[in-house]
């Protein structure tokens, strides 16, 4: 395959090409197109062995992967051989003194001193609900709560409320719930925003 075409005789120059090749061609149209067809399937073979060769770049990854992966195994080895820390026993008896006594005060591998309280029952905010649900019992309440509050912003019109008002007149809405709430109170109340003053006043539907 090495042997320079100019010393080869037509005929092996034609059982090389088809040994190359795959073909099973009879003749060259010509010495110089054999050649010519010669040269170019060992150029394109010898390309293919090159590009079949390992990767020097890919190598050098996997050594790089394999020593990531050595270092990990390691850290995680020294990780799960850490000896115990001698006051744990101590620790898990305080936290559990703590569930039954309510409250202990214990101190932690780094010297904290911290306490643990039982979880409150839940009876505040069921105590909240009941008292809630009582207080519609109250005619007064009712109707207050029932009673649907629009408002009028001087030189802007009506609104359904103060929410919508403030959302329409580009008014900051963090700030509408506790206004909304003196406005109800007082049915009168000038909300000022920038240099600009906006006079609001209640409508009870």
């Avoid at 060992?42 to 293919?48: F, G, M, N, T």
């Avoid at 591998?109 to 505040?124: D, L, Y």
Wanted: net charge positive; charged share 35%; hydrophobic share 35%.
């Amino acid at each position: 395959m090495n042997t320079p075409l100019a010393k080869m005789t037509t005929a092996e120059m034609l059982a090389e090409y088809n040994k190359l090749s795959g073909r099973s061609a009879k003749k060259f149209s010509s010495r110089a197109a054999g050649e010519k067809l010669l040269g170019e399937q060992r150029v394109k073979r010898a390309l293919e062995a090159e590009l079949s060769k390992p990767s020097k770049v890919k190598l050098a990854e996997s050594v790089d992967a394999k020593d990531a992966r050595i270092a990990k195994e390691q850290r995680a080895a020294k990780k799960n051989t850490a000896p115990a820390w001698p006051f744990a026993d101590k620790v898990a008896k305080a936290k559990a003194a703590a569930k039954e006594e309510k409250k202990v005060t214990f101190t932690d591998q780094f010297g904290t001193v911290a306490e643990e309280a039982e979880p409150k029952a839940r009876k505040e905010s069921t105590s909240r609900s009941a008292g809630i649900k009582e207080s519609w019992n109250d005619h007064k309440v009712a109707a207050e709560r029932s009673t649907r509050t629009h408002v009028h912003v001087v030189g802007h019109g009506e609104f359904k409320s103060v929410a919508e008002a403030f959302k329409k007149l580009g008014l900051p809405l963090s700030s509408h719930i506790k206004f909304r709430m003196e406005l109800k109170k007082a049915k009168h109340k000038k909300f000022e925003h920038g240099d600009v003053a906006y006079n609001f006043n209640t409508i009870s539907k």
